[in-house]
Each structure stands twice: as C-alpha cells, then as structure tokens.
C-alpha cells in the first residue's frame, strides 16, 4: 500500500527491485534510485502534447516507410530504472523482440 501525493491510498504489488518493478509495473508509477515513485505532472496541457508528438512521431514512421512502433506511457528499463516515458519509439527489431510483452516484463535496456 502506498499513499500518493494526493493523499490517496493506492494498492500496489511488493517491489523490491528493478526485476519486481519491470515484472509487474503499477500504472503511474516508476522506479528510480531504487523507490518506487508516482509518476506525478499530467495536466491537459501535457497529454495534448504528448498525443501531438505521438501523432507526429507516427506519421513520421510511416510517411517514410521506417517501421517499428510509437507508444505512450510503455515501461521501460534503462541500466538501473524503471521509466514509463510519455512517448517512446520501438525500431522494428525491438518490436519483433518486445511488441507482443504484456505488461513490460522483458523490457531490456530499451
């Protein structure tokens, strides 16, 4: 259990570690700096201009045939955390590798 910045109580999986956070990642949650931390900022503002890079980063790929896919919010592991970028492109090869994971439990290194 965990109270959030908004003073909500919010019901979330034990995790210990990068490996128990990538397993099973709580919505608008990251790990970082070895916490478990909210994802806190979205505003009108900001998910407009998420939706408006994700269109663009879209159209981009496939106006010139490159592949791949772009995805919001999707968890994803760097060396030592656990992010959920608000836009994140996946190459065609990473989609290939990753594309069909569930819930971001073998996101490696992306």
Known sequence: MLVSK??????????????????????????????????????LKHSEIQGNIYFSWRSYINYNQLGGKVYTEVPCRT???????????LTPELVAQFGDVPNGSNYRNL
């Open 79 to 89: 060396y030592k955390q656990g992010h959920r970028p608000d836009v994140a492109y």
């Open 6 to 43: 908004h003073n909500e109580i919010v019901s979330i999986p034990e995790i210990l570690s990068l490996e128990d956070f990538m397993a099973n990642p709580p919505d608008g949650m990251e790990w970082v700096d070895e916490q478990l931390i909210e994802k806190t900022g979205m505003t």
